[in-house]
């Protein structure tokens, strides 16, 4: 009987990945952060371990109290969606050279767009270069450069720059 509890369970989590990122792409906030806070509430309750958690979930809550202002909340939730990443392989250097152009047609909106959760490890060091984009951000905002510095050296490897 547990084993189907916990299948209701995943399909609900999966069902709020998908509302949190549709929140946030078209731009309605208020239901992203309903949805963002019962996602962190679930998993504190449940104390899910950082490997098992969507990094791109944990972004887009981070995303969510970024755009609300809340820089330090938002920060505990990119540090989790770091942690759920690891360490992601690099590009090679045809692809570093495309993603760079890309990035740079994209602009500075570029950072500031909700992650899907259904991406996966395919992107994962895509999703590493966004994370550490909303962690200078977010440091940034709080004074914190000598903190952000180490985020924005990151970064620059992609062309990528915030001041």
Known sequence: ME??????????????????????????L?????????????????????????????FNCGLCLYRLGEYEKALTELKLAEQSLGSAPDFDVSDRKRLTQALSAAGKEA???????????????????????LMALCLLALGRQQEASLCVRFLRQYQIELL
């Open 30 to 58: 208020p239901a992203a952060w309903l949805t963002a806070k019962s996602l962190m509430e679930r998993r504190k309750a449940e104390r899910r371990k950082a490997e098992e958690l969507s990094y791109a979930t944990a």
């Open 111 to 133: 950072g500031l767009l909700p992650l899907d959760p259904e991406s996966g490890k395919k992107l994962a060091r895509y999703g590493q270069i966004r994370i550490k984009w």
């Open 3 to 28: 084993f189907i509890g916990k299948g209701r369970e995943s399909a609900e989590a999966i069902e709020d990945d998908r509302c949190l990122y549709r929140g946030l792409v078209c731009g309605d």
